[in-house]
T-cell receptor, first 112, second 113 residues
Framework: GQQLNQSPQSMFIQEGEDVSMNCTSS?????WLWYKQDPGEGPVLLIA?????ELTSNGRLTAQFGITRKDSFLNISASIPSDVGIYFC????????????FGTGTRLKVLA | ETGVTQTPRHLVMGMTNKKSLKCEQH?????MYWYKQSAKKPLELMFV???????ENNSVPSRFSPECPNSSHLFLHLHTLQPEDSALYLC????????????FGPGTRLTVT
């Protein structure tokens, strides 16, 4: 079945550092979604990507839809303590029956 | 209320109880979803409803029974659950056919004793 490999699984960084994480798959997706989840809450949509090569920003967050359509990247610049949480990617296939495939998440911890 | 709401936020139930989880979306979407989130596992899709019709059931045990009376409301009826069913249950909605952006509720933390 379709799988998404998300890396890294976890990371500790110093406040002010930039963060990069990615999702890769052997399958092609039409849409990529990036979410952040705080403890005890539901995932919150951060960025949606619709075209291969697309680069989209949301404040200090920037995400890219890979050219091959099999991967996506999320960068966080100048991290702050409230960036702590779990970041999920989701690939969506929209041809025929649409399907959402979620990554296993990247747990981010920011050291002040 | 805005977005996707879920009640209750926390639920503790015995294995012989019957309870229901409720989800309501205020986004005008046409699709709703139930997910199960367990520790250190990817989100597991349970059920999908499009325009109130169930379009997907991912081999979910019959002790979980969904109900979608209209495109804004979704229920998950629970009975004779097992301790391994303890998890965070998330509801989501989207506008299928256009953006596919999926918006989640805050979840119900379920503990089965």
């Amino acid at each position: 079945g379709q799988q998404l490999n998300q890396s890294p699984q976890s990371m500790f960084i110093q406040e002010g550092e930039d963060v990069s994480m990615n999702c890769t798959s052997s399958s092609i997706f039409n849409t990529w979604l990036w979410y952040k989840q705080d403890p005890g809450e539901g995932p919150v949509l951060l960025i949606a990507l619709y075209k291969a090569g697309e680069l989209t920003s949301n404040g200090r967050l920037t995400a890219q839809f890979g050219i091959t359509r099999k991967d996506s990247f999320l960068n966080i610049s100048a991290s702050i303590p409230s960036d702590v949480g779990i970041y999920f990617c989701a690939g969506v296939t929209t041809s025929g029956t649409y399907k959402y495939i979620f990554g296993t998440g990247t747990r981010l911890k920011v050291l002040a | 209320e805005t977005g996707v709401t879920q009640t209750p936020r926390h639920l503790v139930m015995g294995m012989t109880n019957k309870k229901s989880l409720k989800c309501e979306q205020h986004l005008g979407h046409n699709a709703m979803y139930w997910y199960k989130q367990s520790a250190k596992k990817p989100l597991e899709l349970m059920f999908v409803y499009n325009f109130k019709e169930q379009t997907e059931n991912n081999s979910v045990p019959s002790r979980f029974s969904p109900e979608c009376p209209n495109s804004s409301h979704l229920f998950l009826h629970l009975h004779t659950l097992q301790p391994e069913d303890s998890a965070l249950y998330l509801c989501a909605s989207s506008q299928a056919g256009t953006s596919y952006e999926q918006y989640f509720g805050p979840g119900t933390r379920l503990t089965v004793t």
